[in-house]
């Protein structure tokens, strides 16, 4: 049983589409995460959750628009991209954000090409 | 300065063999917890093993164990026995307490190859 996944696992778009990646938790968890890992670059902090409320935003350009209609889902809407957003995007979740003993649960990914 | 650093980029190891992934942190906060994740090919990151600051024992979970050195601010994962699966990326990662926000860290990776 996987904890957190995420859809698409792949997804090409052009520069003009509006696409949306999904993410859904069934750990019963308060907080949700979204990354960005590009290619030999570490992984990036886009977006943190917690309870729902978004308590993170570290700088991400508007073209990325994230969403939590509660504890268990998370999207990120994607609309005039850039070739430069090609990335794996990976969902994370986690019981609690406010201690350091706090575990993040990955999905899968959903690699995303812009062309 | 970087506060998780991972000198290895790429490792080889014999099948069967134990093999150290080496990782340093950086920080001032008392309170904080150590984590290693391994990232294979399909992409996905998956969690292996959690060390706390205040922990006095080091961790193990299975074939995985935590070298946990404090006072040198080191964190190497071990593997023992190596199997032909556990090629993967594997990434050290840090989160801090109150003065880090509660924010997780991580490492540039080291990518391991384990060889038949």
């Not at chain 1, 995420?6 to 069934?26: A, D, F, W």
């Not at chain 1, 968890?29 to 959750?49: C, D, I, R, T």
């Not at chain 2, 790429?10 to 069967?16: N, R, T």
């Not at chain 2, 060390?51 to 074939?63: C, K, L, M, V």
Request: hydrophobic letters at 30%.
């Amino acid at each position: 049983e996987t904890g957190v996944t995420q859809t698409p696992r792949h997804l090409v778009m052009g520069m003009t589409n509006k696409k949306s990646l999904k993410c859904e938790q069934h750990l019963g968890h308060n907080a949700m995460y979204w990354y960005k890992q590009s290619a030999k670059k570490p992984l990036e902090l886009m977006f943190v959750y917690s309870l729902e409320e978004r308590v993170e935003n570290n700088s991400v350009p508007s073209r990325f628009s994230p969403e939590c209609p509660n504890s268990s889902h998370l999207f990120l809407h994607l609309h005039t991209l850039q070739p430069e957003d090609s990335a794996l995007y990976l969902c994370a979740s986690s019981l609690r954000l406010e201690t350091y003993t706090d575990t993040q649960y990955f999905g899968p990914g959903t690699r995303l090409t812009v062309l | 300065a970087q506060k998780i650093t991972q000198t290895q980029p790429g490792m080889f190891v014999q099948e069967k063999e134990a093999v150290t992934l080496d990782c340093t942190y950086d920080t001032s906060d008392q309170s904080y917890g150590l984590f290693w994740y391994k990232q294979p090919s399909s992409g996905e990151m998956i969690f292996l093993i959690y060390q706390g600051s205040y922990d006095e024992q080091n961790a193990t979970e299975g074939r995985y164990s935590l070298n946990f050195q404090k006072a040198r601010k080191s964190a190497n994962l071990v593997i023992s026995a190596s199997q032909l699966g556990d090629s993967a990326m594997y990434f050290c990662a840090m989160r801090e307490g109150h003065t880090g926000g509660f924010k997780t860290i991580f490492g540039a990776g080291t990518r391991l190859f384990v060889k038949a």
